[in-house]
C-alpha cells in the first residue's frame, strides 16, 4: 500500500513541477512577445546612421561569402551559413548585441538587392519554335530598318 501512495505522490510531484515550468516558459514568452516592439523601436533609435551601414555591409559581406564558399548548399543552408558569419565578425565591427531579427533581415536584404541586380535571360528551347515563327520576324526586321 505504502508503495502505492509513493508511486502516486511521485507522479503528482512530477505533474506539478511539469505544469509550473508550462507556466512559467508561457509567462516568459508573452513577456517577450509583449516587449519585443519596445525594444526594436529603442535599438532603432539608438542605432546610429554609420552603425546601420556597417550592418548594411556585412550583411551583404555574409551574404556574399554563403553565395561564394557553399555553392553546394541549398538557400536554407547558406542562409545558416550566412547567419554564422555574421555573428563571427560582429565583434571585429564593433556590433554587440545584435538580436537574431536583426542580422537576419540585414542578410536578406542583401540577398534582395543581389536578386533585383540580376537580369533572368529567358532561354526557349529551339524546337519549340517553327520556322513560319521565325521567318516573319526576321523579314519585319528588314523592313523596319
Excluded: C
Aim: hydrophobic share 45%; net charge negative.
Amino acid at each position: 500500500m505504502q508503495e502505492i501512495l509513493s508511486q502516486s505522490f511521485s507522479q503528482l510531484i512530477s505533474m506539478i513541477i511539469y505544469l509550473a515550468a508550462l507556466t512559467l516558459f508561457s509567462y516568459v514568452g508573452m513577456m517577450i512577445k509583449k516587449f519585443q516592439p519596445v525594444v526594436a523601436a529603442w535599438l532603432d533609435a539608438n542605432t546610429t546612421a554609420a552603425q546601420k551601414k556597417v550592418i548594411k555591409e556585412l550583411g551583404s559581406e555574409a551574404f556574399t561569402y554563403a553565395e561564394t564558399v557553399f555553392r553546394e548548399k541549398n538557400g536554407a543552408d547558406k542562409l545558416h551559413e550566412a547567419l554564422s558569419y555574421f555573428n563571427k565578425n560582429m565583434d571585429k565591427y564593433n556590433l554587440p548585441g545584435m538580436t537574431y531579427e536583426n542580422i537576419r533581415n540585414a542578410v536578406e536584404q542583401a540577398w534582395l538587392q543581389d536578386k533585383s541586380m540580376r537580369s533572368f535571360d529567358v532561354q526557349v528551347d529551339a524546337g519549340e519554335l517553327k520556322s513560319e515563327e521565325v521567318a516573319p520576324a526576321v523579314e519585319a526586321e528588314g523592313q523596319t530598318s
